[in-house]
């Protein structure tokens, strides 16, 4: 079994003034612990960098510093798997967004799906409920 987390929860874990923040934290470090994989997908590491220092969208943005170190800490998990897209990608990207319209903020909910199907990954960590729009996955709200 094997699982990953979507932004969100990443951001969550480092924004001490959201409701959700010791939440996220104890999910983050009950991952950490393992031994169940936990795949980083590079699109949500890359969101996770961009809003988490972003002073117009996080309220309390981190320095590069912290965030990357934030990044490097998750990414040096013996248990962790960092991946990213692969040659039959788009067949999957494809197949992940036939029979729903995927537009706007939905694609890249559509790639990280993609991403989770190409590489095996069965349980998304998410509070986003557009994820539900998907078969063949497992979302899990660690907040509701």
């Given at each position: 079994?094997?699982?990953?987390?979507?932004?969100n929860v990443?951001?969550?874990a480092s924004?001490?003034?959201?409701?959700?923040?010791?939440?996220a934290v104890e999910l983050v470090r009950r991952l950490a612990e393992g031994p169940e994989l936990l795949y980083l997908?590079?699109?949500?590491?890359?969101?996770y960098l961009r809003i988490s220092t972003h002073p117009a969208i996080?309220?309390?943005?981190?320095?590069?510093?912290?965030?990357?170190g934030n990044v490097e800490?998750?990414?040096a998990l013996r248990h962790a798997r960092a991946a990213g897209e692969q040659p039959d990608?788009?067949?999957?990207?494809?197949?992940?967004?036939?029979g729903t319209v995927v537009a706007g903020n939905l694609v890249p909910d559509a790639h990280l799906v993609a991403l989770m199907r190409e590489n095996g990954v069965d349980t998304l960590w998410s509070h986003d409920?557009?994820?539900r729009k998907f078969d063949g996955i497992r979302v899990r709200d660690p907040f509701s």
């Amino acid at each position: 079994m094997s699982s990953t987390l979507d932004v969100n929860v990443l951001l969550y874990a480092s924004d001490e003034s959201s409701a959700f923040h010791a939440r996220a934290v104890e999910l983050v470090r009950r991952l950490a612990e393992g031994p169940e994989l936990l795949y980083l997908f590079w699109p949500v590491l890359m969101g996770y960098l961009r809003i988490s220092t972003h002073p117009a969208i996080f309220p309390r943005p981190l320095s590069v510093a912290a965030a990357t170190g934030n990044v490097e800490q998750l990414l040096a998990l013996r248990h962790a798997r960092a991946a990213g897209e692969q040659p039959d990608f788009w067949q999957i990207y494809r197949a992940t967004t036939s029979g729903t319209v995927v537009a706007g903020n939905l694609v890249p909910d559509a790639h990280l799906v993609a991403l989770m199907r190409e590489n095996g990954v069965d349980t998304l960590w998410s509070h986003d409920r557009d994820f539900r729009k998907f078969d063949g996955i497992r979302v899990r709200d660690p907040f509701s």
